[in-house]
């Protein structure tokens, strides 16, 4: 089985405006609601692929209950602790044109010890071996940058495995745990290093300074992305497509990922997640891509494994 949590959900609202422009009042000629959250997007790109997933993580009130419904409604089984603050409510204000986009990120509610608790207990209550385990995404406040720590050991401990997907100092403290992947983008994964990533070369090397983590693939938008392992390293390049909307491609990215290692091969889950990243970033708002789109752009993805002097 394969599970998602995702601690710092939200509803994403998208607006569709003529341009951008401030400091003037903006009509919105388009609008969506698409449930939201790092976890949950890779919970949705699975289903598209007609996989099944079980989505954990925080919510609460109606937001949270919008979640929960979004979710069920795709097939998606949840497991929620629901909490006392409200759940987040993200914003796309994006261009009818799709050139220029301004996204707005609530901080989410306030996350008490005891619904941590109860978040943890239902990981470990539920972890079996051979399940895989998404972690993903930012975390709310009075959440201790170590919980992804602490959760990735727990499912070590029966046998799961992980993926980790998330940023800044609960990035390096999930990376002390050694989860099976880390899924950085080349920022991410600069800032985790200390090293520049301005080029693929410069991913590789960045990607190799991290130790005791076997499966490292660092996001490079529309070039693609780098899977370092075992000291070698292979760049999937995208076909190439018009992109509407690049919000969620990395989750898909994910999803992709953990769905061709459930499989059992790290080389077509890079080929998956990358056909993946692409069909939803051909998508308007956080939609996903179809499976049919992903199966087309998966005969296309280019895989080459680079020389350790490029």
């Given at each position: 089985m394969i599970y998602t949590v995702t601690l710092n959900p939200a509803l994403d609202r998208e607006l569709t405006v003529p341009t951008v422009a401030f400091d003037e009042v903006l009509r919105a000629s388009e609008t969506r609601l698409d449930v939201g959250g790092k976890g949950f997007n890779v919970s949705r790109m699975l289903a598209a692929l007609g996989s099944e997933s079980v989505a954990l993580g925080f919510a609460g009130g109606r937001t949270g209950e919008a979640l929960r419904d979004g979710l069920e409604a795709l097939g998606i089984a949840t497991d929620f602790v629901v909490v006392a603050g409200e759940t987040r409510t993200n914003v796309s204000i994006v261009t009818h044109d799709h050139d220029h986009y301004v996204k707005v990120n609530e901080a989410g509610p306030t996350i008490s010890a005891d619904e941590q608790a109860a978040l943890v207990a239902?990981?470990?209550?539920?972890?079996?071996?051979?399940?895989?385990?998404?972690?993903?995404?930012?975390?709310?406040?009075?959440?201790?940058?170590?919980?992804?720590?602490?959760?990735?050991?727990?499912?070590?401990?029966?046998?799961?495995?992980?993926?980790?997907?998330?940023?800044?100092?609960?990035?390096?403290?999930?990376?002390?745990?050694?989860?099976?992947?880390v899924k950085p983008?080349?920022?991410?994964?600069?800032?985790?290093?200390?090293?520049?990533?301005?080029?693929?070369a410069e991913a590789f090397e960045a990607a190799s300074a991290l130790e005791g983590i076997e499966h490292i693939v660092i996001s490079l938008g529309s070039a693609g992305a780098l899977l370092v392992h075992d000291g070698h390293g292979w760049l999937a390049t995208p076909p190439s497509i018009h992109e509407r909307n690049p919000i969620g491609a990395g989750d898909s990215l994910v999803a992709g990922l953990v769905w061709g290692?459930?499989?059992g091969d790290a080389l077509e889950a890079l080929r998956w997640g990358v056909a993946c990243g692409a069909a939803t970033a051909s998508h308007d708002g956080t939609a996903v891509g179809t499976r049919d789109e992903v199966v087309a752009f998966a005969q296309q993805v280019q895989i080459r494994k680079l020389q350790t002097d490029e």
């Open positions: 239902r990981v470990r209550a539920r972890v079996r071996s051979g399940d895989w385990w998404v972690l993903a995404g930012s975390l709310p406040p009075g959440v201790a940058p170590t919980i992804y720590a602490k959760l990735i050991r727990h499912i070590h401990s029966a046998g799961g495995r992980t993926i980790l997907d998330t940023s800044g100092v609960p990035l390096r403290a999930g990376c002390v745990a050694r989860p099976f992947l983008n080349a920022l991410e994964i600069s800032q985790l290093t200390g090293r520049p990533v301005t080029t693929i290692l459930s499989e």
